[in-house]
């Protein structure tokens, strides 16, 4: 079972758009919500993360928007450039201090 | 300061033998986790160490078992391998049981034939 769900599989974006990821959980338990980045032959690098008591977190071009009711969170990389192409990872962190991964997005920014 | 560091870089077995994966993590963390990443998957927990005990596992069968040493290296076991086994093994560390954040290494490429 996927305990947490994440959209789409790829992602084609012009330079300088807005690339836009989805990812959905089910389990109340998660308390910690990370998206990771990782570039082909390199292990995932942590990007932004956030709590589920904040609705927004922005850090640069990155920003996360958060919807606890709805049990929904999102990536939005603004200004899109060619060295952002890679797959983007979301993930939770339970209680239990274990965590879950999407199945990831192939992002390609065209130049 | 080094990061995470894994050791080899890609393994090839055939099916049936046994493998060891090498993981030390990053300076001041001690507490090592171990995921599988298949190809176009993301990462699968499989087990986590801390004090040099197993504190969490996954859902993998017991032909994966690890190790954890007093230095707080780590290594990862698979016995009998499938071909199912191939993927990107990856090694996670943190400072404590309880950080969030956890840095990954490069992760090891294991093709069994």
Redesign the interface.
């Known amino acids: 079972q996927q305990q947490v769900k994440q959209s789409p599989q790829s992602l084609i974006v012009q330079k300088g758009g807005i690339s836009i990821i989805n990812c959905a959980y089910e389990n109340t338990a998660f308390d910690y919500f990370p998206w990771y980045q990782q570039f082909p032959g390199k292990g995932p690098a942590l990007l932004i993360a956030i709590r589920p008591d904040v609705s927004e977190k922005k850090e640069g071009r990155f920003t996360i928007s958060f919807n606890k009711s709805a049990k929904q969170f999102s990536l939005h990389i603004m200004d899109s450039q060619p060295g952002d192409s890679a797959t983007y990872f979301c993930a939770a962190l339970n209680t239990g201090n274990q965590f879950y991964f999407g199945t990831g997005t192939s992002l390609t920014v065209i130049p | 300061d080094a990061g ?1 560091t894994q050791s080899p870089t890609h393994l090839i077995k055939t099916r049936g033998q046994q493998v060891t994966l090498r993981c030390s993590p990053k300076s001041g963390h001690d507490t090592v ?1 171990w ?1 599988q990443q298949a190809l ?6 499989i087990f ?1 160490y801390y004090e040099e005990e197993e ?2 596992r ?1 859902n993998f069968p017991d032909r994966f078992s690890g190790h954890q040493f007093p230095n707080y290296s780590s290594e990862l076991n698979v016995n009998a391998l499938l071909l199912g086994d191939s993927a990107l093994y ?1 090694c ?1 560390s943190r400072r404590g ?2 950080q ?8 090891t490429r294991l093709l069994v034939l």
């Open positions: 995470v986790s995921y176009g998957q993301g990462p699968q927990f986590q504190r969490q996954g990856l996670a049981l309880s969030e954040t956890q840095y990954f290494g490069p992760g």
